[in-house]
């Protein structure tokens, strides 16, 4: 009988709304009928956002070296860091908690590494916060890549209608167009083939963004970028058998995507593959790092400083995003 995963889920920047969602969310008792979770952070932290989420359950302090097996669904289990003080301002940028979400990240990638947790679900860090805290990394997905030595990984969003899988991300989109070359288009490819057939889909199809308006129109937008950056990858791809078409206008390449035309979208910059995942809704994305040697899921938002602490915070992304990792995590 194989046994319930081990999800670790990080707090991410404790100055937002990552308490407020991760409590709210794992008061679903469903949740742990399929996984146990684990939260990695400040139990204090999570003690305020449960009274002010009007929980009745309880926090329950355990250390790393603690026995992640023990749990139930009426209280919530956590790697107690206790790095924060307790009267961290809400809705502040501050060094504190940006160095305090890269160490609960920090310890996550560690239990992983010692199959103490079978996937990471983690909950939005700020980015300036992280800067003044010490830590000069784009975001979550670059911190994880270096920390597992990984350098060929990307980005994918999804959502019931859409999937989008990055060639570049937290650039920008000067510096976007200058990344973009043929060996990472190509990776980008055979990661977004490689992970949807690894989830079931045997052929998946993959359409390709160009860079320009109308994918450059034959030479008439741009500078040859799609020539020169995209069109040599998707040939390669499709001489080894992956089914991708390409480069395409952006603009319907999306709309073809979420009638069914393609399974995945793979974007050239952050906003092409950004704006609409978050058109078609935040509560419904999810924020999946490809490539990496163990599981790692997010919420598709950010801190939202402004309705940090007052209970406001829907928890759906959240939620799914821990679907996305119970299901994804290796059988036990």
Known sequence: MNKKPIIGITIGDAAGV?????????????????????????????????????????????????????????????????????????????????NAAFQYLRTAIELANKHKIDAICTAPLNKEALHKGGHLYPGHTEILAQLTDTTDFSMMLSSPKLKVIHVTTHVGIIDAINQIKPERVYNVIRLAHHTLAKSGISEPKIGVCGINPHAGENGLFGYGEEEEKIIPAVTKALEEGIPVEGPLPADTLFFRAQRGDFDIVVAMYHDQGHGPIKVLGLEAGV????????????????????????????????????????????EK
């Open 18 to 98: 990552g308490p407020e969602i991760i409590v709210k969310s794992l008061q679903q008792k469903e949740l742990y009928d399929r996984a146990h979770p684990i939260v990695i952070g400040d139990s204090k932290m999570l003690k305020r956002a449960a009274s002010i989420v009007k929980t009745d359950m309880t926090i329950k302090e355990i250390n790393i070296d603690s026995d992640f097996t023990e749990g139930n669904n009426r209280e919530i289990t956590c790697v107690d860091l206790d790095l924060l003080p307790e009267d961290l301002p809400y809705g502040q940028v501050s060094a504190e908690a940006g």
């Open 287 to 330: 924020n999946i790092t490809v490539g990496l040697p163990i599981i790692r899921t997010s919420v598709d938002h950010g801190t939202a400083f402004d309705i940090a602490g007052k209970g406001m915070v829907d928890e759906r992304s959240m939620l799914e995003a821990l679907n996305q990792a119970i299901e994804l995590a290796p």
